[in-house]
Every structure is written in C-alpha cells, then in structure tokens.
C-alpha cells in the first residue's frame, strides 16, 4: 500500500507561520519528486512548489514565492513544507503529492495524501 499522510494544518493568524509534513508509507519517497499542492474552495487546485529526488526545488505559484520552503528527509521519508507571512488568501487543503518527476499540475502527480487544512483567519 502506497500512502502519503499530510500534517501540521490548522488555525494560524494573519502574518503567522506553519510547517506541514508529508510522510510516506509503503514506499520510500527518496526516489521521488514530491510536490506540495493547494486548493481552495471552489477554485483549482493548484502547485506551491515541489522538490526532485535530487534536491532540486522548483516553484510553482507566483503567490507564495519567498514565503514558502520545501525540504526533504530522506532519513525520515518525510517532506515538509515551512510557511510565512501567511495570508487570508492561502486558506486552502494543502496536498503532498509523488511522482519521479516535480510537474506543474496536478495530473502530472502519481500519488496523493487526503490534505490537512491550512486556515488563516484573526
């Protein structure tokens, strides 16, 4: 059974910060490319940034470009993803995603985690 279990969502001020997590299980993520996606309600879903099994980081959504860092634990078979200066605007289920290669869309991603939610609200 291949699974990715995202973690780490929840209630975060304006201006606030959150670190999720994605870990895997059944299969080990060092010889994937992992992508962190987000959809809001009623909108697409779409890529935030995704890291290759080499370590190469690519970012996908202009919106969140400085504000957000990927890094992966190969030890761990986990991928997080650090979150600053969070906005009404990046409420939305944040996804880990797997493929052997970072795509910008979603259909280009094998497997997926059910999401943890991200609500940023004063």
């Known amino acids: 059974q291949l699974q990715l279990v995202e973690s780490g969502g929840g209630l975060v001020r304006p201006g606030g910060s959150l670190r999720l997590s994605c870990a895997a299980s059944?299969?080990?993520?060092?010889?994937?490319?992992i992508g962190w996606f987000r959809q809001a309600p009623g909108a697409e879903r779409e890529g935030v940034q995704c890291i290759s099994s080499s370590g190469v980081v690519a970012d996908f959504a202009d919106s969140v470009k400085g504000r957000v860092n990927i890094s992966r634990d190969n030890a761990k078979n986990a991928v997080y993803l650090q979150m600053n200066s969070l906005q009404p605007e990046d409420t939305a289920i944040y996804y880990c995603?797997?493929?052997?290669?970072?795509?910008?869309?979603?259909?280009?991603?094998?497997?997926w985690g059910k999401g943890t939610l991200v609500t940023v609200s004063s």
């Open positions: 995603a797997a493929a052997y290669h970072c795509y910008p869309f979603p259909q280009g991603m094998d497997y």
């Open positions: 059944g299969f080990t993520l060092d010889d994937y490319a």
